[in-house]
């Protein structure tokens, strides 16, 4: 069984511009999450898509956002970068809405923002 | 307010030692579920453990063994023998109050030297 895969897995873009990264769950997976991970601030939430509809978001900005496609896998987007978006993002897939849901985690985009 | 935390950031020990992870949580709901996970220099999480609120027994699994106690807010995690692939950075974490929302603890990073 396939895991959570993430692409791509390394990304350098420019201040300004805007990023798109990509999210494939485990197979027959509905719930995908996404977290943003840096030295300073640690794992944080930013959104959780269950069957094409976001249900919990995080305290970002506005810029960050995302989606759901029928298939389950997810796009999140972040416009007009900062330095400070660069990060590890994570991608987590299971298979229910339920709080005691195991979550798959992927390996992560590094995005650095120069 | 939810909220975990790691209070040490760095362990270091050498094989075959004992080594316990320290994690306590805050959260007002009743139901809750409470994670550990591992991320190696892969990135990925890899997922351990899940222990519900409403059961307080502890968990052993080879080495790993998991002390619950809601007394105490705790959920502390045991190496024994500790080995040199346990080195990786260890989070706990606590879902409640929403879908699949997972709270970090900053992390603890073991070193297990030979």
């Known amino acids: 069984k396939a895991g959570v895969t993430q692409t791509p897995r390394y990304l350098i873009k420019t201040r300004g511009q805007q990023v798109t990264l990509s999210c494939s769950p485990i197979?027959?997976?509905?719930?995908v999450s996404w977290y943003q991970q840096t030295p300073g601030q640690g794992l944080q939430f930013l959104f959780e898509y269950f069957s094409e509809t976001q249900r919990n978001k995080g305290n970002f900005p506005g810029r960050f956002s995302g989606r759901q496609f029928s298939n389950s896998r997810s796009e999140m987007n972040v416009s007009t970068l900062e330095l400070g978006d660069s990060a590890l993002y994570l991608c987590a897939s299971s298979s229910s809405g339920s709080l005691n849901t195991e979550a798959f985690f992927g390996q992560g985009t590094r995005l650095t923002v120069v | 307010a939810q909220k975990v935390t790691q209070a040490q950031t760095e362990i270091s020990v050498v094989e075959k030692e004992d080594v316990t992870l320290d994690c306590v949580y805050e959260t007002r709901d009743t139901t809750y579920y409470l994670f550990w996970y591992k991320q190696p220099p892969s990135g990925e999480l890899v997922f351990l453990i899940r222990r519900n609120s409403f059961d307080e027994q502890n968990e052993i699994s080879g080495r790993y063994s998991w002390n619950f106690q809601k007394s105490t807010s705790s959920f502390n995690f045991t190496i024994t023998a500790s080995q040199v692939v346990d080195s990786a950075v260890y989070f706990c974490?606590?879902?409640?109050?929403?879908?699949?929302?997972?709270?970090f603890g900053a992390g603890t990073r073991l070193a297990v030297h030979p």
């Open positions: 974490a606590l879902s409640a109050g929403g879908y699949n929302k997972l709270i």
């Open positions: 197979s027959g997976h509905r719930s």
